[in-house]
């Protein structure tokens, strides 16, 4: 008999006997579907996680800070070259004796001159208002956003503070935004204003001595700290470059990740092998229950070698089969997902790496339980199975 033969012969024996194979299919269809869903959407909110950061807090942010010298341009240029790197925020400092509005003021305030990048590479909510914007900074505009302590002393009893116009270093800046609960305390008395305002127009605030780096995702942090430690000495070793992030709390967040994902992916196996089990149940019972057509196999010429086969053939038929049904099903739900649910890309990289391993998956499970009742339907004596009742 052919193979092909065999082939066809198996997948209507399957068919025939759909009913009996219900919970096996339903089983490793499940677990198949589970992991197309968790590789492809897993992926995607990894790589969301990039454009979302704030939920991590400042926790994956590389700071860079040179002593006795500043960054030039092409340092900020360089670092924004990197791999892995999403935003560059250089930052200029210095402090004022006071800002003031109308009647009321602020002892000892904090300036910060900024880009727009900054508000994400470090995460500084704006509550009220907007940040700095990309105009502002090229226009050298005099705004500025205040942080929540400001507020709170120049703007009592929840006087809005946006649009109003605020005096420090001889100069009126219009507050266009204030900021909201920022992680670092030290910004919540803080006003930013445009980095290019800043360096232009107040005194001791020209030389870039700091730099905020955001990675991509915490995969790329300890990578991009690597990059930028070697980039920013390579360009002034004369100078000592601090550059830091806070490995402890990105390495929590990764065992957390990593934990998670392992019992989601232990719970499919358990699913996928609890669903080859099923295969082998069926098939054991079926050679049962099949003893006399296999005795009238062997009496008419059938060898071993083809009973083995065609029994194989069932149950990687079986396993196949459900392996379709669970990428259709995973293909749909990764697409729902990603798509109405979370907003994000579809990751198709992932898909169809999850596809490959779902059919490889399924073929080996499908090897596996049917080797079993392969070996007893073949091991059947012809005289003993056609006297089988």
Sequence with gaps: MKISDVVVMSIRQVMRLRRRYRGALIGTAIGTAGLITLMTVGDSVEDNLARNLEILGSATTVKATIGYAQYEDRDVEDVRRLPGVMEVAPAVFSFVDKISYLNKEKIGVRLAGVEPSMFRAVYLPVGEGRPISVEDVKHARNVCVIGEDIRRTLFPDREPAVGKVVVFSGMAFEVVGVLRQAEDPAFQETVLLPI?????????????????????????????????????????????????????????????????????????????????????????????????????????????GAIMLQFMCEALAVSLISVTIGIMTGATLSHVITGRILHTAFAQNAFSLSVLASIIIGIVLGVISGVIPARAAGKLDPVDAMRFE
């Design 196 to 304: 290019s305002v800043a360096r232009a127009k107040i005194p001791g605030m020209f030389d870039i001595r700091k730099m905020y780096i955001l990675p991509r995702n915490w995969y790329a942090v300890a990578d991009v700290h690597k990059r930028v430690s070697a980039l920013l000495r390579g360009n002034e070793p004369r100078y000592g470059h601090e550059v830091t992030f806070e490995e402890e709390r990105v390495s929590i967040m990764k065992n957390i990740a990593v934990t998670f994902k392992f019992f989601l992916y232990l719970a499919i196996i358990v699913t996928l092998v609890l669903g080859a089990v099923g295969v082998t149940n069926v098939m054991l019972a079926l050679v049962k229950e099949r003893t006399t057509e296999i005795g009238l196999r062997k009496a008419v010429g059938a060898t071993d």
